[in-house]
């Protein structure tokens, strides 16, 4: 406990309470809560707050709360009813042409294309990489098909899920990470290392023309450079993580995704062991005669030397593979034995040696690998399958999410979301110039048609993760392109103008994008840290607070078309400048709502885990922040203080405060929120930022400047 507070506690009590991360005790007036780990993770820090005022925050918030749902309801109310008033004049009047049957052309060559994404591929060729990719496996907390665990190693260690081998073939992921399993000799021929800082190239020997792509390198091309990288990373680990320079970074970051491809060769060959495949298929004959030869050394009888020999050769290199493996590829036998009876492949053997019988599954893989390794397809293929088969009868429910995931992994639903969304953004653009009425209208439809496939990709990571749609950043740069396009496509269906889809295309495509960046790290569904593990949470703060991050940005956007519009075009009439005005002025009070209640939200998770409603860490600042600037956009207009177009800087610096509280705060690496840090996206940031002001001087030139007057 870091600090005891003066206070008498009753001596009545004497029992034992297990203390966890959003689980604190509530005794005497104080909360005792988990405030961290350290001794590698073995010793808890414990942190106790007293709190005699909590209940004032939840009658101040309750307040402020109902006050905002009476304003924005009374606006809601007048502009549904002028809306209606208005659709009465124009029903009565002269109806507007339809579009024809062209938009709904589009919309069908559209979705016959990602309904021929979404079908799963077929086997092609001699090998049946798809079923091998289903095969699951346990991996830091989670069970998922080695498809992912291939994708994801190659994002690490490349960026990009591609790969060519030395003589320029294409290889699969899971055709890379079947070399890498059962032929590590020709694995540490692939160039698959992305090594950029020239200072770690120096270190290693290396130039730009040795590496594919000038960028990629194998670990034969620096193997001899192996012992001085291990000494600089050793370096760099005692500096920490927030003030390491480049070099210390790219050395730490080259160390480790070695480490990762080391621990892959060793999943099923252990290391140096010449054959070793061949003698595990002998398993049932060797490992007995060496336990009887062993026996008889140890009484004292004769016995036989190389049976003996041969044991004890083995079992060091199984206790190897124990320790270095990764990959938990052993499933238990009873299907409803939790994930700590998986075991990786060595413990299975070291397992196997007791029984006196090889495990059934090491045996499969034992038999896959070598048919792997003979260039036996056929047999490969009815291994992969038999083996599948009985997978299917024993973990149902685990081999159930792998092929969906397997299948998903394939399918890749965002890339075919911004692709459509792209088509949309420009469309709709050309829409405002010719034709608006029938690419307006194709327009719209395909950015529906991106959102419902955007959805049913995040659905499905969701049953997956069985999580709600926000659990890492990742995951939110999905959510925050959802949302937003979700507006849109309101907006869209009441001023039918074509912005609606324009910003839905820019919107969804650019979120899509980072939320590509992001996937570089790694398994984008990866186990919870202990300080989210709650979805009640995760549902309620989190997906209300991120639903602010998308309406806070979207009117950002509404007003980046606003400038881009009036400055650089003569489209701005003054019924499209109206438009715009109330679209943002609308989606800033859905923000201002949404906003708060999330972060009101945040501080009762607060509340309930760590005893204290605020604690003014970064994550909690940046939360805040959002909200007071969408409230001082609202007084501004609501006092005369902006007119159009200063409500429209404000809203583009709202860009700004977002994106502080999105990335800005996970780069400090400090607070409790410190969970998410990242430096990587720093430049991004500050190009960002210099944009939004680039585009807030923009707008405050004089009208005189702007081509559109109408403002």
């Known amino acids: 406990v870091d600090q005891l507070l003066p206070v008498t506690l009753p001596k009545q009590d004497d029992r034992e309470v297990v203390i966890y991360m959003n689980n604190p005790l509530r005794y005497a007036g104080l909360t005792y809560y988990q405030a961290g780990f350290t001794n590698n993770d073995r010793t808890t820090i414990l942190q106790v707050v007293r709190n005699p005022g909590w209940l004032m925050p939840y009658i101040a918030c309750s307040v402020m709360t109902l006050g905002l749902l009476i304003q924005f309801g009374i606006s809601l109310f007048g502009f549904v009813t002028k809306r209606r008033a208005k659709a009465v004049k124009v029903s009565e009047g002269q109806k507007q042409l339809p579009g024809g049957i062209y938009p709904m052309v589009v919309l069908a060559v559209a979705a016959l294309t990602v309904i021929y994404s979404l079908i799963p591929p077929r086997h092609q060729g001699a090998y049946d990489y798809n079923a091998f990719g289903q095969l699951p496996t346990l991996v830091n907390g989670r069970i998922k098909p080695l498809d992912t665990v291939a994708r994801t190693s190659l994002l690490v260690l490349q960026g990009r ?16 990470l079947l070399d890498v399993i059962y032929r590590p000799e020709v694995a540490n021929s692939y160039q698959n290392f992305e090594i950029v800082h020239p200072d770690v190239r120096a270190l290693l020997n290396l130039t730009p023309e040795m590496g594919a792509g000038k960028k990629r390198y194998s670990v034969n091309q620096f193997v001899a450079g192996l012992p001085d990288l291990d000494r600089q990373a050793r370096l760099a680990d005692a500096v920490e993580v927030p003030v390491r320079s480049s070099f210390q970074r790219a050395v730490v970051q080259l160390r480790n995704n070695i480490v990762v491809f080391q621990r892959l060769q060793s999943t099923i060959i252990a290391p140096g ?49 124990e320790s270095q493996g990764y990959l938990m590829m052993i499933p238990p036998a009873d299907s409803a034995a939790n994930q700590m009876a998986w075991k990786n492949f060595g413990a299975s053997l070291m397992a196997s040696v007791q029984a006196g019988r090889l495990d059934k599954a090491a045996a499969n893989y034992t038999n896959i690998g070598l048919a792997w390794r003979n260039y036996q397809p056929a047999q490969f293929n009815q291994l992969v399958h038999d083996y599948r088969d009985r997978l299917d009868n024993s973990i149902p429910a685990a081999m159930g999410k792998c092929n969906l995931e397997a299948g998903f992994n394939a399918a890749q639903p965002f890339y075919t979301s911004m692709i459509i969304y792209v088509l949309a953004f420009l469309i709709a653009v050309v829409s405002w110039l010719k034709w608006p009425d029938t690419l307006g209208r194709s327009a719209f439809w395909l950015v529906l048609l991106a959102w419902v496939l955007s959805t049913a990709g995040i659905a499905t ?66 186990m919870m840290r202990a300080v989210l593990d709650s979805n009640f949470w995760l549902a309620t703060h989190v997906v209300t607070v991120t639903i602010g991050y998308s309406a806070t940005y979207l009117a950002g956007f509404l007003a980046l078309i606003y400038v881009t519009r009036g400055v650089l075009t003569k489209s701005l009439d003054k019924a499209t400048a109206d438009s715009l005005a109330r679209m943002v002025y609308g989606i800033v009070c859905f923000a201002t709502l949404f906003s708060f209640i999330g972060t009101v939200l945040g501080g009762i998770w607060a509340d ?22 969408n409230a001082l956009i609202l007084h501004a207009r609501w006092g005369g203080l902006v007119r159009t177009r200063g409500l429209m800087n404000l809203a583009i610096f709202g860009n700004v405060v977002t994106s502080w509280s999105w990335f ?37 030139l004089p009208l005189t400047r702007w081509r559109s007057q109408m403002v």
């Open 161 to 176: 899920q591609s790969f060519k081998s030395p003589d320029g073939k294409s290889l699969k992921p899971i055709e890379w």
């Open 273 to 321: 062991v010449h054959g070793f495949l061949e003698r595990l298929a002998q398993f049932d004959t060797l490992v007995p005669a060496g336990v009887v030869a062993n026996a008889a050394r140890q009484a004292g009888q004769p016995y036989n030397e190389t049976a003996a020999q041969l044991l004890l050769d083995m079992s060091v290199s199984f206790t190897a593979l």
């Open 461 to 526: 990571r969701m049953w997956l993760e069985d999580r709600p749609p926000v659990t890492n950043l990742y995951s939110s740069a999905l959510f925050v392109g959802w949302g937003s396009v979700l507006l849109c496509i309101f907006l869209e269906r009441i001023y039918k103008n074509g912005i609606g889809s324009v910003a839905a295309g820019a919107i969804g495509f650019s979120t899509l994008l980072i939320a590509q960046s992001l996937a570089l790290s790694g398994d984008t569904l990866e």
């Open 608 to 629: 309930q885990s760590w005893g204290r409603f605020w604690g003014w860490d970064p994550k909690e600042n940046g939360a805040l922040i959002i909200v007071l600037w």
């Open 664 to 700: 800005g705060v996970n780069m400090l690496g400090v607070g409790l929120h410190s969970y998410g840090f990242m430096d990587a996206a720093f430049w991004s940031l500050v190009i960002f930022v210099g944009s939004q002001m680039a585009f807030i001087g923009i707008a405050g």
